[in-house]
């Protein structure tokens, strides 16, 4: 049984972390530019694209189609 009140190492599993490491290596998959990191919001910020791309349990959904459009 998975849900959002699940814990896993005494972390929401909404909001396990996700390795540092990891995102350092991912990049835009429409624009091939850095993201940015938002760990308040658990999105990874493609400025150039102008997408915010989701973190679900600790994993980066990197699908154009998942993300977020950002304002201008």
Do not use: F, N
Request: aromatic fraction near 2%.
């Amino acid at each position: 049984m998975t849900s959002d009140d699940d814990t896993t190492h005494g972390e929401p599993a909404r909001r396990r972390r996700t390795d540092p490491r990891l995102l350092e290596l991912l990049v835009c998959p429409l624009t091939r530019d850095t993201l940015a990191y938002d760990a308040e919001r658990q999105e990874l910020i493609s400025h150039a694209a102008k997408l915010a791309y989701p973190i679900r349990d600790g994993v980066p959904i990197m699908l154009p189609e998942e993300a977020r459009r950002l304002d201008d």
